[in-house]
Structures are given as structure tokens and as C-alpha cells.
């Protein structure tokens, strides 16, 4: 059986650190989500430089850490209510779960409310200011169901380990 406290809970962890990273990212160098940014911003800026590449990759590794090893050690501490193995669809839904929690943060708070409703100075790339990418709710929902594709085959990945391990 699900333990949707749990979910929301560890959810609600991978949301904020993994945020805080993202934000974080995004207030150094606006340019590290020009990639993630609808195709207007994108063609009206250059690509990264070698430098803002290893950068962004400095910021990439302890993101997509978190986001690895917080579901997997929440799948880890997942006991079954009567004391056997829990299954492997528990596994996959309560890991599945955790990852989108996160996503639906990232998508509502982050995407839709900050870059697209209230579009912070920090967020905008300069010399892209007023493109209408920055308000382009569809593009922040469409990469988001693209990216539930993702987080399931993720999903499946960590449910795999959590089962090899216990």
C-alpha cells in the first residue's frame, strides 16, 4: 500500500533543495536554463561558453544527485505494513510519486507562478527582455509531460536498484 505521508514528505524535500539549486542556478546566471526556455528567448541568445558549461554542470551534479538518490533512499526505507517484501509496483508508484511531487512543484511554483506570471528580473535573460517565451505557460506544461516520461523510466531505474539491494 502507498504511503502517500511519506511521498508528499520526501516529495516535498527533493522540491525545496532541488529548487533552491535551480533558483540558485538561475540568480548566478540566468543563461543555465536557456535550454529549458521557450524557442524566442533560445534563438535570441548565444549558446554558453566553455565556461558557463562547466559551470552549469557544476550545479547539474548536485541537482540531479538529489534527485537520484532522494526517491532511491526513500524506496530504501519503504517497508511493507506486514513485514514482507514490498512489491515492485509499490516500489515504482511510491518512487514514481516522490519524483512527481518535485515535478509539479517545479512546473506550478517555479515555471508557471515565477518565470511565466511573475517573471523576476534574475530570471530573464538579458537582452531577451519582454520576449513572449517568457509567458508561454504551454511550453512549461508540454516539457513537463515530456519530462513524466522521463521520471517514469527514472522511476522504473530506481525501483529496479531498490529491489536488487534490499
Excluded at 517545479?106 to 534574475?122: E, R
Excluded at 520576449?131 to 519530462?147: D, F, M, S, V
Aim: hydrophobic share 55%.
Amino acid at each position: 500500500m502507498l504511503d502517500l505521508g511519506r511521498i508528499l514528505l520526501h516529495g516535498a524535500v527533493l522540491s525545496a533543495l532541488g529548487s533552491l539549486i535551480l533558483m540558485g542556478a538561475v540568480y548566478f546566471n540566468p543563461r543555465f536554463a536557456r535550454q529549458d526556455l521557450p524557442k524566442d528567448i533560445r534563438d535570441a541568445t548565444p549558446p554558453l561558453s566553455k565556461r558557463e558549461k562547466w559551470q552549469a554542470l557544476a550545479l547539474a551534479v548536485p541537482f540531479f544527485a538529489l534527485v537520484v538518490f532522494i526517491p532511491l533512499l526513500s524506496g530504501l526505507t519503504l517497508e511493507a505494513p506486514d513485514g514482507g517484501q514490498v512489491s515492485f509496483l509499490v516500489l515504482f508508484l511510491h518512487i514514481f510519486g516522490v519524483i512527481f511531487v518535485f515535478n509539479l512543484v517545479d512546473l506550478l511554483i517555479l515555471d508557471c507562478l515565477i518565470y511565466c506570471t511573475i517573471t523576476p528580473k534574475f530570471v530573464v535573460i538579458p537582452g531577451t527582455e519582454g520576449l513572449p517565451g517568457y509567458k508561454n505557460y504551454g511550453h512549461q506544461i508540454r516539457a513537463h509531460l515530456r519530462g513524466t516520461v522521463l521520471q517514469s523510466v527514472l522511476a522504473l531505474l530506481l525501483a529496479w536498484v531498490v529491489t536488487f539491494i534490499k
